[in-house]
Each structure stands twice: as structure tokens, then as C-alpha cells.
């Protein structure tokens, strides 16, 4: 059953939008506090699913669960296209048992994630999908596009690890970093531009709060408010019904 929120365009009944409420820190930070809903549309519907640049913000739990909804509403001869970063885990030899995700920024984590190699093959094949190919960015470290498809019985997965491909990756490889495969000027256009986040006031002085605790810190002035208020409220009500205020 389709949603009342999939909503046919003016321009092409063929076309429907929806709002996937779901949070994100700079790309929707006005939407529901939670990291992930199902997709709303039955089993086996798409024959073509595209993802670019949405698992390169996702944790690794919501990239683990759009895997398995990109599964469960692929068509078996259907194709998801998709795009990633990636690292690899073996090359930091801090990293004995995790983490599978790296972050590029502090104030917005998912601003760029990045994906262990391993961790990603591993997790495709859990989540019942197969490697149709890979193809490196034209910079290393950029995107990565891998297309995905159902898996069965004789399914290869057409995806590079160990030293293959590895200069094309983020960060320490098992290679040399590759050098771009795209003019300079447009290698230039894929850099994300830094996130200033130092104070106005001169230095030094301590470091403002930013990111998820600012936003936690807004939150308890927020609580703190509705308190006072709820407070206020409860003394005035006891004023005009005659009882004698409570305190607190």
C-alpha cells in the first residue's frame, strides 16, 4: 500500500516524492530524532535503486539496515547503485578489533563516513545482496561506486581488497596514494570545504561547545524552560482555584 505522503507530481503521474523522515545533522535537522524507517514500498518493487552519496553519511547500524531494506525491495534481476568511502581497518594496526567506521568531522560525524572494505563485502553478503562491480573514484579517497544486485547461489562478488585497488582508498593503504585520475581544477571541485568553528573571542580561551553537545546543551535549556514554565503555570492555577501554592 502506498503511503498518503507518496504524492504524485504535476508534471509526470510516473513520479512520486515522499519525505523520509528521518535525522540528519546538517542535511535534516529538522526532521524526527531517529536514525531510520522502513522504506514504504512492498517487497521485490525496484528493479532500480540509487544511493548516491547516502551510505557516505550513514553510521554503520543505519548503513547495516538500509542494506537490508535495499535487499528486501530489489527485484532479483533488479540493480542499486550506490556510493561509498572507504578504508581499510588492517592498515591501522590501532584498530585490532574495530571500529569499522571512520568520521571526518567533529561537529557533524556523518558529514563523510567511512567504510572498512571488509566490513562492507561482509555485511553485503549477510544482507542477502552480491557485488555486481566496483568502480574507484577518479580521486583518492573519494566515492567509490559499487552496484549491488540480489544474491544467489553462484554469485561473485566483484569487489577489490588487500592490495588491489588499495591507492584509491582513504587514508593508510597497503599502496602508494594514487594520484587523480581527473585534471587538477576538477580534483580541486571534490574537496569539502573545512567547518570553522573557532570563537570569535581571542586566544586562547576554551573550546566553545559545537556539534552534538551544543545540540544536547540546547536541549536541557529547552527542558529547563518548559520546567520554569510548568512551575509558573501550577502557582497560578492554585491561585485562582483557591489552594495555597506548592512549592517547586
Known amino acids: 500500500m502506498v503511503p498518503e505522503a507518496l504524492l504524485e507530481t504535476p ?15 546538517s542535511y535534516a535537522p529538522g526532521n524526527t530524532l531517529r536514525l531510520g ?58 584498530l585490532v578489533e574495530g571500529p569499522f567506521s571512520l568520521f571526518a568531522g567533529e561537529s557533524d560525524p ?24 566496483t568502480t574507484p573514484p577518479p580521486v583518492a579517497g573519494h566515492q567509490w561506486t559499487v552496484c549491488l544486485t540480489k544474491r544467489s547461489p553462484d554469485t561473485t562478488d566483484h569487489f577489490p581488497l588487500g592490495e588491489e585497488a588499495a591507492e584509491w582508498l582513504s587514508g593508510a593503504t597497503l599502496r602508494p596514494i594514487a594520484k587523480p585520475a581527473v585534471p587538477p581544477d576538477v580534483a580541486q571541485m ?10 570569535a573571542s581571542s586566544w586562547p580561551q576554551p573550546a566553545p ?14 527542558l529547563e524552560r518548559a520546567r520554569r514554565n510548568l512551575a509558573v503555570g501550577r502557582r497560578i492555577r492554585d491561585l485562582f482555584s483557591g489552594r495555597r501554592p506548592r512549592s517547586g
Not at 557516505?56 to 556510493?83: C, P
Request: hydrophobic share 40%; proline share 5%; glycine share 4%.
Open 37 to 94: 524507517q522502513p522504506v514504504p514500498l512492498p517487497d521485490g518493487e525496484c528493479s532500480l535503486v540509487i544511493a548516491i552519496s547516502v551510505f557516505t553519511h550513514l553510521y554503520s547500524r543505519q548503513a547495516l539496515y538500509y542494506l537490508r531494506e535495499v535487499a528486501r525491495i530489489l527485484r532479483q534481476d533488479g540493480t542499486a547503485l550506490t556510493t561509498w568511502f572507504f578504508f581499510d581497518r588492517d592498515s591501522f594496526p590501532c
Open 209 to 222: 561547545l559545537f556539534g552534538a553537545l551544543a545540540e544536547l546543551g540546547a536541549v536541557r535549556r529547552e
Open 110 to 133: 556523518t558529514q563523510a563516513v567511512l567504510h572498512d572494505r571488509c566490513w562492507f563485502v561482509e555485511t553485503v553478503r549477510k544482507m542477502g545482496l552480491g557485488v555486481q562491480s
Open 190 to 199: 571534490t574537496r569539502v570545504k573545512p567547518v570553522d568553528i573557532q570563537s
Open 11 to 25: 508534471v509526470d503521474p510516473e513520479f512520486r516524492f515522499f519525505h523520509h523522515d528521518v535525522y540528519a545533522h
